[in-house]
């Protein structure tokens, strides 16, 4: 355990739902981060949020929207997906720019 | 232009071997370098952080960081199959931005 976790763990969902994420990391950090982690491609950076603040948003579309209620805990709401879509999703958390550690991440599949 | 590049392997090592893990990147204002472990199904796991050049050195991890070459390393010694996994190289800039590498496939032979 990284003190990162994630749920749901799976997640199956149509195109017309909506659906969110939740990450909490119990590590006293104030970064988190969403990756986007699909076959034979290198990890996406998402969002960054730095003490509950969106630091980047690597021109994500906007069917994926993120909230950073505190610097605990980290949401990544879903809604008209795509199949493309389907992938891990990671949830990260640091302290600044420092070492990241990952939570399981989601497997998400979008029919 | 990739940010991060690693061969994809798979590299194969017997058992009590060194692996050799490179890996090279684009942006020479880099600041901090990472590696991780990603077992199939998994998500990635912190191995070693490196920050300035030279070798830096943990249990049976060795990384090794050259800026002028802007590239960096990861030896493994005395390997061992529970070793065989995705070894992801992490680069960060001055900002927020986090690079992966696609990864590189170990399997350690018994």
């Known amino acids: 355990e990284t003190g990162v976790t994630q749920t749901p763990r799976h997640l199956v969902m149509g195109m017309t739902n909506k659906k969110s994420l939740k990450c909490e990391q119990h590590?006293?950090?104030?970064?988190m981060y969403w990756y986007k982690q699909s076959a034979k491609k290198p990890l996406e950076l998402m969002f960054v949020y730095n003490f509950k603040e969106q630091t980047e948003n690597n021109s994500v579309p906007s069917r994926f929207s993120p909230e950073c209620p505190n610097s605990s805990h980290l949401f990544l709401h879903l809604h008209t997906l795509q199949p493309e879509d389907s992938a891990l999703y990671l949830c990260?958390?640091?302290?600044?720019?420092?070492?990241?550690?990952f939570g399981p991440g989601t497997r998400l599949t979008v029919l | 232009q990739k940010e991060v590049e690693q061969n994809s392997g798979p590299l194969s090592v017997p058992e009590g071997a060194i692996a050799s893990l490179n890996c090279t990147y684009s942006?020479?204002?880099?600041?901090?370098f990472f590696w991780y472990r990603q077992y199939s199904g998994k998500s990635p796991e912190l191995i070693m952080s490196i920050y300035s050049n030279g070798d830096k050195e943990d249990g049976r991890f060795t990384a090794q960081l050259n800026k002028a070459s802007q590239y960096v390393s990861l030896l493994i010694r005395d390997s061992q199959p529970s070793d065989s996994a995705t070894y992801l190289c992490a680069v960060n800039n001055t900002g927020n931005q986090f690079y992966f590498g696609t990864g590189t496939s170990l399997t350690v032979i018994p």
């Open positions: 942006d020479r204002v880099s600041q901090s």
């Open positions: 590590l006293g950090h104030n970064a």
């Open positions: 990260a958390s640091s302290f600044r720019q420092g070492m990241q550690f």
